[in-house]
């Protein structure tokens, strides 16, 4: 099982010409699973060496360009690289409405392959992807327009059966899958093998979220709660907590504080100002509250 | 007087790590006018270190994602930098209706600064752009979607007076500006002197023409006739020419022969599909027929 974060962006709007914008991928054993799609993140993919044809859901956090403006690039691309495999956008309502418009900029009725909607709900967390070891959330943040942050978790795997058992009990495949289910074990004799005896703890399941763009939340460290790693943004130093007030986002230490009230391993900040550069006075600033902190780069490839 | 043109990218629809999809800038003493607008064009211009503020007029050939899809990028950026002065969008009529429908990826209403649309006539070579120095042209040309190119001209400059002449003849501010437009100079006693012994002939007014996407068609050599550079779409190596056709492309001999039809003084390609990494097979190709053929490449600038 693996489970691997890809920066493909974490700039924020203004462009620079050293980092792009908001986009990453969340690589669970090949499954892409692409985060927000700013402008140039179809090429970003392309130097990455990530298949697009791994790619078969898209979650938009919200309706600012820098977090959805290559979609259409990337749709148009899937389209003209004979993509047939439906595509499942997680989004707002009004990327909906907009992409099935009359004047859309990509007519998605002749993308040659089917783009199913599941629009966001501003009800609270809830469960938006699902397969048989991963599952994906959706949390309301909140920002100038409607924003959602996303989580993604692995689900409990199977125990492990333990060897020696196997043959010592000389175990059925039928008994063995039950005892990985969870089954306690049911001798001729009468007597009864606990589970826990069979069966080795499964490694924990990883866990992921992304929180980009929003004012500091109280209830965002409750919906991360104990995730192994937190992107949160962290747009402004602790010294523009004002100008991070007014345009809805925040600093170093609201997201290092969020980190710590969610207890969660590790935090990547990013969506940084044009204005830095350098990051490590970023990191710095929220290592006071957060030890476990790291500031995200174009590039970077993160194993949980 | 200066005109150059700076290419931001020339590579085709499918994304490659090598070249960007179409945007340019043409710069006359300045004043810098994009032709077309691919996806990444606002960071080019960031790394080129184009100032955003020299930008009043745009050019969109056509409504393929590769030609356009940085747009909306570009005036979110525009907004965000506080931009007042009003853009001419040189446009086919369906950018309009999208960018002024109501799930436009823009509200251009909410910009801060006035977009005026220029919409682009099928009627013949139509004079879209002028001011006091220079001027633009429309060319239909014939693609999948409706589709035109641009040409960009010098007017031609005022007569430069002869120095010596000025003394010689104790010439007012008056007589000046008005031997400088081309008068003649009627002396006191009765005689004339021609204009062209009081004038020096001015430069040569430059220009430049830029065609993409398009299949050949015979009315583009008449239309860029002359010019001194003329930017042809190349998409395919000659070898190409069903696969050229089918997709409403040219060759590189198709370009080449435009040129020399044309009689330009120069031949830039571009446009190149994404299985050309290097372009010197196409260079050459084209050179069997137009000499004088360089290949674009992005970052590349060339003083007309």
Same mark, same amino acid.
């Given at each position: 099982?693996?489970?691997?974060?890809?920066?493909?962006?974490?700039?924020? *709007?203004?462009?620079?010409? @050293?980092?792009?914008?908001? *986009?990453?991928?969340?690589?669970?054993? /090949?499954?892409?699973?692409?985060?927000?799609?700013?402008?140039?993140?179809?090429?970003?993919?392309?130097?990455?060496?990530?298949?697009?044809?791994?790619?078969?859901?898209? $979650?938009?956090?919200?309706?600012?360009?820098?977090?959805? &403006? /290559?979609?259409?690039?990337?749709?148009?691309?899937?389209?003209?690289?004979?993509?047939?495999?439906?595509?499942?956008?997680?989004?707002?309502?009004?990327?909906? =409405?907009?992409?099935?418009?009359? $004047?859309?900029?990509?007519? +998605?009725?002749?993308?040659?392959? #089917?783009? =199913?909607?599941?629009?966001?709900?501003? #009800?609270?967390?809830?469960?938006?992807?699902?397969?048989?070891? &991963?599952?994906?959330?959706?949390?309301?943040?909140?920002?100038?327009?409607?924003?959602?942050? $996303? +989580?993604?978790?692995?689900?409990?795997?199977?125990?492990?059966?333990?060897?020696?058992?196997?043959?010592?009990?000389?175990?059925?495949?039928?008994?063995?899958?039950? +005892?990985?289910?969870?089954?306690?074990?049911?001798?001729?004799?009468?007597?009864?093998?606990?589970?826990?005896?069979?069966?080795?703890?499964?490694?924990?399941?990883?866990? @992921?979220?992304?929180?980009?763009?929003?004012?500091?939340?109280?209830?965002?460290?409750?919906?991360?709660?104990?995730?192994?790693?937190?992107?949160?943004? *962290?747009?402004?130093?602790?010294?523009?907590?004002?100008?991070?007030?007014?345009? $809805?986002?925040?600093?170093?230490?609201?997201?290092?504080?969020?980190?710590?009230?969610? /207890?969660? /391993?590790?935090?990547?900040?990013?969506?940084?100002?044009?204005?830095?550069?350098?990051?490590?006075?970023?990191?710095?600033?929220?290592?006071?509250?957060?030890?476990?902190?790291?500031?995200?780069?174009?590039?970077?490839?993160?194993? +949980?």
């Amino acid at each position: 099982m693996s489970l691997t974060v890809k920066i493909l962006g974490c700039g924020s *709007a203004l462009p620079t010409t @050293y980092r792009n914008a908001s *986009a990453q991928i969340v690589d669970h054993n /090949g499954k892409l699973f692409l985060v927000d799609c700013a402008e140039y993140t179809q090429i970003s993919m392309r130097k990455a060496g990530l298949r697009f044809t791994a790619v078969n859901n898209i $979650f938009i956090s919200h309706l600012h360009g820098d977090h959805y &403006f /290559g979609l259409f690039g990337l749709l148009s691309t899937f389209a003209l690289s004979g993509r047939k495999q439906a595509l499942v956008l997680h989004c707002p309502q009004q990327l909906k =409405q907009m992409l099935t418009s009359e $004047f859309s900029p990509v007519n +998605i009725k002749e993308l040659g392959f #089917d783009v =199913q909607f599941n629009i966001l709900s501003d #009800d609270g967390v809830n469960k938006i992807y699902e397969d048989k070891t &991963f599952e994906a959330f959706s949390v309301p943040l909140r920002h100038r327009i409607p924003v959602w942050g $996303f +989580i993604f978790k692995e689900k409990m795997p199977l125990r492990n059966i333990n060897k020696a058992c196997i043959e010592k009990y000389k175990l059925s495949i039928a008994e063995i899958v039950s +005892i990985k289910a969870g089954s306690d074990l049911y001798l001729e004799d009468g007597t009864t093998v606990p589970n826990k005896e069979l069966t080795l703890d499964p490694p924990k399941p990883k866990s @992921y979220a992304y929180i980009s763009d929003t004012v500091c939340l109280p209830s965002t460290a409750g919906a991360v709660s104990g995730v192994d790693v937190l992107y949160h943004e *962290a747009t402004y130093e602790a010294l523009l907590a004002e100008r991070a007030k007014e345009t $809805f986002h925040c600093t170093t230490l609201q997201a290092a504080q969020t980190a710590l009230d969610a /207890g969660v /391993g590790k935090l990547l900040l990013g969506h940084f100002s044009g204005r830095y550069q350098e990051t490590d006075t970023l990191q710095k600033e929220a290592q006071t509250i957060f030890e476990n902190t790291v500031c995200a780069y174009d590039g970077m490839e993160l194993e +949980i």
